[in-house]
């Protein structure tokens, strides 16, 4: 199952006056929230026992005062999570906790192992029995099935020797909160110290909200091991390149998070600025999709001179439960959510900033909106270099026959959205921007070369060389 | 964990128009109610897929019409619960579902077994993992630990051999619906005939509610295999004694079911008549505690020609939100429950009948409560013996030290009571009422002596011979 | 609009320790649940301020400890309802609050009048708008018309004056609680001693449930004050005949209220007898169609000397968001609701004993599911005269066209349910279970004579004599 | 009662296909919901009935498929309401309707009468009756009135005549749309053109959504009815000078409405501008507060020729029922809700960008924030001069006692916030900004210069002419 996800993991001092880790898990969710709006869970260790609550709904909803107190002790892990298969089920939900021989263990996850399938059928061909969808059910049983046979850290070896995909994990186990990042630093995963001790989270904006600081991304393959106030290092696995997910740049992370050195904002300024290198194309004003294309404007309009303004108000209020008009009012839903500014757009040369275009159907509208407001002329400018291939590590995107890239030229692209003129950002130059080499980023989606071997894979057209995807050292 | 359930299972004829088992478990869930409180649940097979629903709540608050589609097949089980441990968790609501090697079966049981922390530690010994908290997982990893080496009819045999304790259980396993009865019977369970196929439950009421007919009882350990519109029987094993409970009879069940072949509201009848023949006292009416000694009372104005009165009329509004009144207002709480009818009471000698007496404190209170209404004398009459031991196959009842009967002699009963006479039934005069020999009763309860040994069991006074617990044949 | 209701005021002494009128119009609330579980409210009156809390729903669900508490003070009144008309609207529910030129009111009100649509149009006409659709709104014009133009006393006999229909009403003014009744007292009324205060209620048994001493009814036209722990009585109307509604001692009361100085279950409990008096047949076995026959029953048994039994189990999870079935299932809705006891049934000649038959549809079933049962026989005794026409003063009964007893003759109606026999109680023998003479009784719906003329009335067949409906001294 | 909401009416064609108001309605309050998000309402006529719907909570979780259905009819007017001062009751929820001799009257209401109290009083010397704490039916009782006497213009004519304060109405009267403006124009309220009608509407956005084209703003004092596809229209007042609420141009409306013929963002953008020429200062970046501060920074930012940078991020997901952590993590609820993008601001003198500053409590904790990211200087610039005195007329703002800037000097309002700089832009530059004539505006909050004689007005300091408020023509 793929899954976007934001996992966190708080281990406090036991001496620490605020001994409520969930409070602080609590504050952390709530920076992640963006990474999952599905459903939420925290569990805590208070020396004796793990608890654990989790609902569906937004961090918001789902905890009130009387429950983070019944959820006590210096140790916890939280998660916040959106299902993207539709199996939007409680007992998908996370933290999973499970009771075994030396005790109980809880695990929040965020990644997508590519093969889950064959190591549940392995685990089911030993008798093993699944109450879950989840991939962190089958982690469960396998690292259930290392501990008992070797020591702590040689089980997390032995576990990462069977995981193939991306992971990011935070586990509570014992009187330690374990993290855990897969060997090529797919998603990421980060350690702050706060008050009282210290945080591991997906993003680095969950550090700053608890008024922490960022110490550094846990490494590709280590294991970290906070306990008695201290952090425990293992690096259990060593690859020569990395596999950083470039969309967490481009779209999924917050723009305030450091993620692998490299602010997210910085990022998404600099593709801007890139964008402006790389297209031609007179215009007046920039225009960002918002809020996603927000940044990337800034620094395309920094770099360019030209204005920046704000061509569509979003309207925030716009949610779920919205009743969808008939055939009558097929434009309402766009409008609804976006509204032009026609003064800002009227007689202009707009150039439209996204961060990404998947199946072009928004992208669409939207330039039907700019158009129709009066603008002269529209040119889409993207952060993103064309998608062909979907994510097999977890983010949610279409299948190929959705991808508007996979199956259009640039130009039929560019009339199908009916713009004037269409610009992607390179390939090079999104590598650029990043700040990261290309051999440390994971540009599946873009380029149709996974940095690990996908069963079943079939959008991508020609055959290339792939890591082996278990950990070796 | 201490449970009180009630479990159905529905095989329609594939052929059948009505192809929803799904309607037909609804009602039959809605017929069972009473049996639990706290959750409920519904699981299909639709030839191809398993499905589930389950929530906290009753019947009526869980299941709309759109659910109820989305369950299709004419396969299913069901199951209603009370938790009586505290451990209301969703994850421990039923019927549990899990994937193994060969599929997905669902589960649902009623009982309790006693060696299920043994159980389930020989398990986690063998590296298993456990998410909820509840034996029918225990049985789970059992039943698939056993298809997995043996034929179906042999792995239910080996799966019994494990298990010590009450289950009555329904599974859906491929394109079977099955029922198992442990041993010594000591949950209800039947098989009626509906129109398009058949049904288990655990009261021939939810036969009668879809218009069915009662077949029989599923014998002490049997396995009943519903396929193909056929009943598929195995004697698994065969005990010389059973241990059906006899509190089924005394509170538990609806007074119309039949179970064991004994309609309930006769054995209630029966033990009105026979409480009339064992205690002497003159008095004036009858009047029963609401509603649970109703039928008891009739028996004994019927066989003692003494008017039938309603002396306490019951507040069906009470529920359990209800808003505790402070110190000054003690009283109020069993007065919103029951309200005292002055004329009838006034003056006279009133024979109060209840199905049991466990811890004493609402008896106390509605003594009080007749006498203030200006009863001359109060003869409480209990359909039940003394209970003096807790019951350790799903009953929920009090702790030893909790049990009045447990610690106080009759006449101190009495006096703490506040009654002018107390008098029980005898547990001869009980085993005589239901029609069943004592040596296929279970007891335990009001004897001490339990149909199996129960680790730690501290009540009883004295050593009892004891069957032996597994499956024998 | 139609509405059946329950009312409540209570005052308490200033000095009371228990400060909380709206903890003791919760319980009598809860005590009153039966007469109307659409909406509930209180309102309170703290000395300076008039609050009040009303919602959809039950007592129970609407009403938590902080929301009671936040109802500060020793005066209150409170409201259950319940809408024959769909008009669902929580703007109907009570009590309703106005402010006016003196002060804040609060009312309650159960009843009808039958004049309300012509007062409304009077006050209307004057310029006056209203927000609900209650008869209540249009009340609380009339009394602060007159409140601004004559004395306190005055202008409740001004009102009543106006006032054509049954009304019991409860109401703060001020630092009173004042009660009226209509002067032909339709509705029940009545004042009880509580500890600390007074208390007015629709029945005794919410007296009862606060532990107090019901003292009296309140009379007919009569305007009762409670204030500084004192009660002020005004004899406001006098009419030479009342008309107690005869249908609240044969369906709508509770049987432990006491109403108009007879017990209900007295009155219950001798048309019972009567029953046997009036209608030969014989009979093996009597038994009541629960919940509303079982009193009748009881007598029936009592007087015939025959065996009273459950035949028929009901159900009590039964609610309104029960999901139907489809034709093909087209009787289990009745068998959810009630179960046939085949034993008790099987071979027998049976009494079926009801409160009343409306439109006969639920009996047709009953009756079916007792001869299904195995009876051999089945004779109907009803507890009310055939209902031949509509109740204008605030029982939700059906149209003309849909009562069974204003169509058909008795032996079609019994061809119609399918009986052996039907014995309806006659209009004497009722009169005389009643224990109020005739002409203090409102016999309309089976009489066709109503005690005020109803404008549009065309289900009577003959012209009667009438009271003229207002009050007069 | 003080309020700030949105009003809408929507007057479709009857022979339109899209016969459905309601639907219109709806996606408009969407358009409006950051007017008011604590109820909404609909209201519509089909020809014979008025029915409304109307509930707390936002649009989105009020309405469904399914009682849009039920709300029937080609006219229809819509609310979204947010109470400031607590009274957060279904009862003040909007529309209100009315029943009166005539019919049925459905009423919005946006703004604040400043002599309802009066008025209120007045009515209830006549004897009337209040149900809500609402303005909207002191207005609805004087409206009625007026229409018993009069014709239906005039009628509003001497209405207008009455109120003294802000009032943008809709109205459902009859088989016509109704709108009516306060003489001064305070509020905002505007015709469109929509598909098969037309709609008024609290701002222009509201018409944007449906695909439809602003007409002209309601002229202060007219009265406006839609009706047979018509717009009649009657200038019942006419005032030399308006009053429009510069408020909404700062912050209250959406950038993307045009209010009195000018667009939001445009004035925005240009009190951006007119801060860089009043205000000195070196600054490196600019930086607004999001998300109320944007529009004025864009402006800046081009005016100035300085990078526009974001530097706080927002948490779109902090909601109502945030946990407020204890004091030993005080600065967590700002953090929560807004994150410093460090590197955009280290080492930077940064121009912070506000809409206004009213208690100054929030903006010191934004300035800590900016400093603790490393900021070298912070310099604030606001887009309103100092509020030095409450509004009156609808907009929630603090007493007196509250706002800062009545009760500090500028430098000291610079010490407490802990700025380097602080500008705010004067009164004549907002004028200018905002494209109005100051004698055209209510500029109260900022000068204590009222429109209106306000009764018991106790901040400004020295006395000034003011108009009359009641209507004059």
Not at 56 to 69: A, R, T, W
Not at 72 to 80: A, D, F, N, P, R
Not at 369 to 383: C, F, K, Q, T
Not at 395 to 409: D, P, R
Request: charged content about 25%; hydrophobic content about 40%.
């Amino acid at each position: 199952m793929r899954e976007e996800c934001g996992v966190v993991g708080v281990a406090l001092e036991p001496s620490c006056e605020v001994n409520s880790a969930a409070l602080f898990i609590y504050y952390a969710l709530y920076a992640l929230q963006h990474r999952g709006q599905e459903s939420a869970g925290i569990a805590t260790h208070d020396g004796k026992h793990v608890r654990g609550i989790k609902e569906m709904g937004l961090v918001s909803e789902i905890f009130n005062k009387k429950q983070l107190d019944s959820l006590k002790g210096s140790l916890g892990i939280g998660h916040v999570r959106y299902s993207t298969t539709g199996a939007s089920r409680i007992e998908n939900s996370q933290p999973l906790l499970i009771n075994y021989k030396d005790g109980t263990i809880a695990i929040t996850h965020n990644g997508n192992l590519i093969n889950s399938n064959e190591l549940q059928a392995e685990l089911e061909a030993e008798g093993r029995i699944f109450i879950t969808n989840s991939d962190t059910e089958v982690i469960a049983h396998l690292l259930v099935k290392e501990l008992l046979k070797s020591n702590f850290v040689e089980a997390f070896h032995r576990l990462m020797q069977c995981l193939v995909g991306s992971y990011s994990l935070t586990l509570l186990v014992d009187d330690m909160v374990v993290a855990v990042r897969d060997p090529l630093g797919i998603k990421p995963l980060c350690i702050g110290k706060i008050d009282g001790g210290y945080i591991v989270a997906s993003e680095s904006a969950a550090v700053d909200v608890l008024g922490g600081t960022l110490i550094r991304d846990v490494r590709p393959g280590e294991l970290v091991i906070l306990k008695d106030g201290e952090i425990e290092s293992h690096q259990i696995c060593r690859h020569k390149n990395f596999a950083h997910c470039f969309f967490e740049y481009a779209y999924f992370a917050r723009p305030d998070s450091i993620i692998d050195e490299q602010l997210v904002y910085d990022v998404r300024r600099r593709i801007g600025e890139t964008l402006v290198d790389e297209h031609d194309g007179k215009v007046d004003v920039i225009c960002p999709v918002p809020d996603s294309g927000i940044t990337f404007a800034i620094g395309y309009s920094i770099k360019s001179g030209l204005d920046y303004i704000e061509g569509l108000m979003k309207n925030r209020y716009v949610g779920r439960t919205f009743i969808m008009p008939g055939q009558e009012m097929r434009d309402t839903a766009v409008k609804l959510k976006l509204n032009a500014i026609r003064s800002n757009l009227k007689g202009k040369r707009v150039a439209l900033i996204d961060d990404s275009i998947v199946r072009g159907t928004t992208s669409r509208r939207i330039v039907d909106l700019i158009r129709s407001a009066g603008a002269n002329e529209v040119h889409i400018r993207v952060g993103s270099p064309p998608i062909i291939s979907p994510c097999y590590f977890g983010i949610n995107m279409s299948t190929c026959e959705e991808l508007i890239a996979s199956n259009k030229s640039i130009e039929d692209i560019r009339l199908a959205l009916g713009a004037d003129s269409i610009g992607y950002i390179s390939i090079d130059g999104l590598v650029d921007s990043i700040g990261i080499p290309a051999r440390d980023l994971c540009l599946g989606c873009v380029t149709g070369k996974y940095p690990l071997e996908v069963p079943g894979e079939v959008c991508a057209r020609r055959p290339i060389e792939r890591a082996r995807g278990r950990c070796v050292i």
